[in-house]
Every structure is written in structure tokens, then in C-alpha cells.
């Protein structure tokens, strides 16, 4: 009996592996086939995962007009910081409003996201006839952009009311007569403020010579007359290419005119020296005091700006020192609108010895410097002087 259990036992439990082996069997192809189901899914999952991921890169990164980044560098976002702690431009709640800044430039891009906010009041194009604003050359909505940008990049007035006259061409040029017609559109449109960023862009061509008529010196002087402060590059011949004095028209007398400085608040070596001894040829009768060439100087060197490829750039030269000025005489008229009521060059005067009291001298500096003029711009020195 015993052995017959133990055989019955053995033979009971051969069976019941049997069809567990069986069951196992059965399960493990459905088994099977759910897993590659699920893998297939999750392969789909990743690849409609990646393509809307491309998708929305794309649409960031590619604008209508080519590649675009979709924020500045960091090392633009730095210059920024460096620049507005340089001139000391944090410090005040102004922003320009109800002052009318004229640029007299290339145009204006108007599409770019920093410049969704500002307000552009008039726009005239005395290249091309065009009733709506553009820029084919890009200069002009750099410098628009550290006036009046308003989003990655921050504009030093962004609230003023920004008028915009197209003088230059595609390639840079135009004629002084035409400028000087942009000039006088700025003082018929009651601008408090005509900046000038001519003469002081890298690679481009101020004017083309041999015109006749009226020129920008004389339009600039009429426009100070009329009670109009003008702002001008100094230029960007400096160095062993300088031609001895700033460009025109920021030679003329009560004329602000702007050269460039560093990030570490040293002159920039591409910024134009000014003669202020006088010559004979030509004929330049010696400056005085607070009328030396140049002013003062502001940021000229990597200079962050919005560009009218929709993106952002570092850009050199005297053309971004004046607009930085032109911004900060912008918040003063804010801060003082009497100045903006009378049409005489009263004004010029005081902004001019304002300017001169308040920037600060290099190291060691006395006087006038042909390089550095009375100091590198400080916005709430000016403010407060002006309040003093």
C-alpha cells in the first residue's frame, strides 16, 4: 500500500506540472503580444513627443525673416547691467513720457517683440515715399531700441513719444541736404529732441558728397534756435585713422555731441577726437567752455541692441553713445517740462552746462579732454543737478 501511494502521489504531481506548464504556455503569447503593443505605443508616444518639441523650437527660433534667437546672450544681458550701473541710470522712476524725440536714422522695424509697448507717434521716409515704417539697413532700429525697447532689452526712456525720420538708404548713405529736410520735418513736428546717430555708425556712410543746398549744420543750428536740443555722434574714426576733429554736425556750437566709452568707463579708441585749439584750414575758431568737442561720452563698445532681424546684437560705436544721451536728456525734459516751452537756444545752453557739472572725469582729469570730453554721462547726477 505504501508503494502504490507513493507511485499514485509521484504520478498526481506529474500532472499538475503538466498543466501548469500548459496554462503558462497559454498565457505567455497574449502576454507577449500586449508587450510589443506597449512598446510600439510608447515608440509612438516619443515620436509625436519629439516632433511637437521640433515644432515649438522651430516656431521660437525661426522667424518670417530667418533664424532668430529667442532672448539675448548672456553676455548681452551682462553689457546691459555693466552699462546701466556705468551710468548710473537705475536710480529714477522717469521714463520720458509726453517728451517727443525725433531719430533721424534708417528707418524702423517696428515687428521686433521689445518694441511691442512704445509709442510711435509720426514716421516719415524721405528715401522711398513708404507711408509705413521699415528699416533696409538695421541702424536705425538698433538705436531706436536703446531708447524706447521695452522687453529683454530696456530702453533709457521708453515712454517718450518717438517720431522717425528715414534719411539714410539701404547701404548707410544720404545726402546732408536730405538730412537736413528730415531735420526740419523734426522741428515742424514739434520734437523737443532730435537725435542724431550720424556719422557714428561702423561701415556706414554718413553723406555723399558733392550735394548742394541746405546742409544738417545749418538745419541743426535752426533747430537749437527754435529751443530744440540736438544730440550727434562724435564719429568712429578715432585712433590712428582720426581725421583730427568730430563729424558734422556735431562740431556745431551748442550741438551735443557724444563720443564713446568702455565697459570699464575708458574712452573707446574708435571714437573720433575733437580739435578744439581752432586751425586755419579749415577755418575753426577755438571752443570754449561748455561748448568743447566732445560733450561728454556714454557707452560705445559691445553695446547690446535689438536688431531688425528680430533678435538681438553687440554692436560698437558712437551712434549708441548718443542715443544713451539723448535718453537721459529725455528723462531731464520729463523731469523740467519748462524747458520744452520756450523756442530759444536757452535750452541747449542749460542742458549743456547741466551735462557738464554732473558727468564724471577720468581719473585724474581737469578740464576738458579732446578724447573723453568733461566726463562719461551719470543720469541721476544730471537729474539731480538740474533739481539743485
Not at 520720458?96 to 515687428?111: A, K, P, Q, W, Y
Not at 531706436?144 to 525697447?149: E, F, K, N, Q, Y
Request: charged share 20%.
Amino acid at each position: 500500500m505504501n508503494g502504490e501511494e507513493k507511485e499514485i502521489q509521484i504520478h498526481t504531481l506529474s500532472e499538475e506540472s503538466t498543466s501548469a506548464l500548459l496554462l503558462t504556455e497559454q498565457f505567455s503569447e497574449p502576454l507577449e503580444e500586449n508587450l510589443v503593443i506597449v512598446q510600439r505605443s510608447l515608440a509612438f508616444g516619443v515620436a509625436i513627443l519629439i516632433l511637437c518639441s521640433m515644432f515649438y523650437i522651430g516656431f521660437i527660433v525661426f522667424g518670417e525673416d530667418g533664424f532668430v534667437t529667442y532672448r539675448p546672450s548672456e553676455v548681452a544681458i551682462e553689457s546691459q547691467e555693466i552699462y546701466f550701473d556705468l551710468i548710473d541710470s537705475s536710480g529714477t522712476e522717469l521714463n520720458g513720457n509726453n517728451v517727443r524725440v525725433c531719430i533721424v536714422d534708417s528707418g524702423l522695424m517696428t515687428e521686433h517683440n521689445d518694441l511691442e509697448s512704445f509709442n510711435l507717434v509720426l514716421w516719415k521716409d524721405f528715401i522711398n515715399g513708404e507711408s509705413k515704417p521699415y528699416d533696409d539697413n538695421g541702424h536705425g532700429t538698433s538705436m531706436a531700441g536703446i531708447l524706447v525697447a521695452d522687453g529683454w532689452m530696456k530702453g533709457i526712456a521708453p515712454g517718450v513719444d518717438l517720431l522717425v525720420a528715414k534719411a539714410l538708404a539701404k547701404n548707410g548713405s544720404g545726402s546732408d541736404t536730405l538730412v537736413a529736410e528730415a531735420i526740419d520735418w523734426c522741428v515742424t513736428n514739434d520734437a523737443d529732441i532730435i537725435s542724431l546717430s550720424l556719422g557714428g555708425a561702423p561701415d556706414l556712410i554718413p553723406f555723399d558728397l558733392g550735394m548742394n543746398g541746405r546742409g544738417s549744420d545749418e538745419a541743426t543750428n535752426d533747430a537749437v534756435d527754435q529751443g530744440v536740443i540736438v544730440v550727434a555722434a562724435a564719429g568712429n574714426d578715432g585712433g590712428v585713422n582720426d581725421d583730427g576733429d568730430v563729424s558734422n554736425p556735431c562740431g556745431e556750437r551748442l550741438v551735443i555731441c557724444v563720443g564713446g566709452a568702455t565697459q570699464s568707463g575708458q574712452h573707446w579708441l574708435g571714437s573720433s577726437i575733437g580739435d578744439n585749439d581752432g586751425n586755419l584750414i579749415p577755418l575753426l575758431f577755438p571752443r570754449s567752455d561748455p561748448n568743447k568737442k566732445p560733450e561728454l561720452v556714454a557707452p560705445g563698445e559691445k553695446v547690446p541692441v535689438i536688431n531688425y532681424e528680430g533678435s538681438w546684437s553687440l554692436v560698437d560705436g558712437t551712434s549708441a553713445a548718443t542715443v544713451y544721451v539723448t535718453g537721459a536728456i529725455a528723462l531731464l525734459l520729463q523731469q523740467h517740462p519748462e524747458l520744452t516751452d520756450a523756442a530759444s537756444s536757452s535750452n541747449s545752453e542749460q542742458v549743456k552746462e547741466w551735462l557738464r557739472q554732473s558727468v564724471l572725469p577720468q581719473d585724474g582729469q581737469s578740464g576738458h579732454d579732446d578724447n573723453y570730453g568733461y566726463g562719461l554721462l551719470q543720469i541721476q547726477a544730471l537729474l539731480d543737478t538740474a533739481n539743485a
